[in-house]
C-alpha cells in the first residue's frame, strides 16, 4: 500500500527542502549556473555493462531555482523523454533490476546532495 505524501508545484516530497550554498560551493558540489535564474545538477545513472542494460539512458537532476520557489528532483528516461518512476514500477515489481539499479543510484546521489548541504528532509526509501 502506498503512503500519502504532500507534494511541491513540482510533485517533489514536501519535506525535501533546498539549500543554496555560495556560488563557488553550488559549483565545487556539481552544479551549473548555466541558466542565471536557477541551480542545475545532473548525473547519468550507471548501468551494468550487460547486453540487457546497453539501452537505457536515464537521469537523475535537480534544479534549484534561485528565487527560493519550489525545487525539481527528476528522473528522466532519455529514450522517450519523459519522467522514469522507478519508484511505482518498485511498487508494482519489487525486484525489477532495472528500477533497483535506479533506486539505489538515486539514493546515493541524495545522500551526496544532503551530506554537502544542499538538500534536506530527505528520508531514503520515501517517495521524492
Known amino acids: 500500500m502506498s503512503q500519502v505524501v504532500t507534494c511541491n508545484s513540482h510533485g517533489v516530497n514536501d519535506k525535501i527542502h ?69 519508484q511505482c514500477m518498485l511498487e508494482n515489481n519489487p525486484m525489477f533490476e532495472p528500477c533497483l539499479i535506479v533506486q539505489e543510484q538515486v539514493e546515493q546521489w541524495m545522500k551526496f546532495l544532503t551530506e554537502s548541504g544542499v538538500l534536506s528532509g530527505h528520508v531514503a526509501g520515501e517517495y521524492m
Open 18 to 86: 533546498a539549500h543554496i550554498l555560495s556560488d563557488q560551493q553550488m559549483r565545487d558540489i556539481g552544479f551549473s549556473d548555466c541558466c542565471s535564474d536557477q541551480w542545475f545538477f545532473c548525473r547519468t545513472i550507471q548501468f551494468p555493462s550487460r547486453s540487457q542494460y546497453k539501452n537505457f539512458d536515464i537521469d537523475f537532476s535537480v534544479t534549484i531555482p534561485k528565487d527560493g520557489s519550489d525545487i525539481r528532483i527528476d528522473v528522466i528516461d532519455n529514450d522517450f523523454g519523459q519522467p522514469y518512476d522507478y
